[in-house]
């Protein structure tokens, strides 16, 4: 497609990937007339696209597991592909390899697998924290990632997973990382629940929800389009 060098619009959506793809769709919804969705590649879908080799084999561009705890990002998946055909659903079932062992993820939550001089440095560190922030009249927001992970994680968790594991995942240092896009991301903990768990495995096992996404679901082979 070809715009004209003299258009003009209110709002201009650069980048047709599910962010853009949203913003588009909530434009319409709020009733805005004068914008423009553009992308470099011909089709939508950015690094939600698969990418279909003349022998069928597919390759995906980016992670394409879905997991929401909000209603209306549900509702617009739904609403872009409704059958239940359209996706394959699975249970989360991941183990976190440390300390020559498997730990359930999310780690912070599964302190019991550890060796207990782990699970003490661990503790350690949660109580540290805790003490901390009851300490503090005022608390100024985290300078960086890394700063949130300690004030809420305490320093052994900091040290064996969560420092480790996000720059692996990011190809960042945490240090260098700010940390207002957390959101549901990363499971907070409550020491308390923490300390049951590794007391009483049954108290972990009987657990409803570790506050993070159970249900996974991704789009399935006949849907690989954007």
């Known amino acids: 497609m070809t715009i004209e060098s003299n258009l003009s619009v209110d709002v201009l959506v650069i980048g047709a990937g599910p962010t853009g793809l949203g913003a588009a769709k909530r434009l319409n919804q709020t009733g805005c007339s004068s914008w423009m969705l553009v992308d470099k590649c011909e089709k939508p879908g950015g690094l939600a696209t698969t990418d279909v080799t003349r022998e069928g084999f597919l390759f995906d561009v980016g992670g394409h597991v879905i997991f929401s705890h909000y209603a209306y990002f549900d509702d617009c998946l739904d609403e872009a592909l409704p059958e239940p055909s359209h996706w394959y659903t699975h249970d989360r079932v991941s183990y976190v390899r440390c300390k020559r062992t498997w730990v359930p993820y999310p780690f912070q939550h599964n302190l019991y697998a550890l060796p207990p001089e782990d699970q003490v440095r661990c503790l350690d560190g949660l109580i540290d924290a805790a003490l901390a922030e009851a300490q503090q009249t005022t608390t100024p927001p985290p300078a960086s990632f890394d700063e949130w992970i300690v004030r809420t994680m305490g320093l052994g968790i900091a040290e064996l997973f969560m420092r480790p594991y996000n720059h692996k995942v990011w ?51 006949a849907y690989y389009g954007a």
């Not at 207002?180 to 495995?201: N, P, Q």
């Open 171 to 221: 190809a960042v240092s945490p240090q260098l990382m700010q940390w207002r896009w957390l959101g549901e991301r990363v499971a907070v903990l409550d020491l308390k629940v923490v300390a049951r768990f590794i007391m009483s495995w049954a108290a972990w096992a009987e657990q409803d929800s570790d506050g993070t996404a159970a249900d996974l679901r991704a789009r399935s082979r």
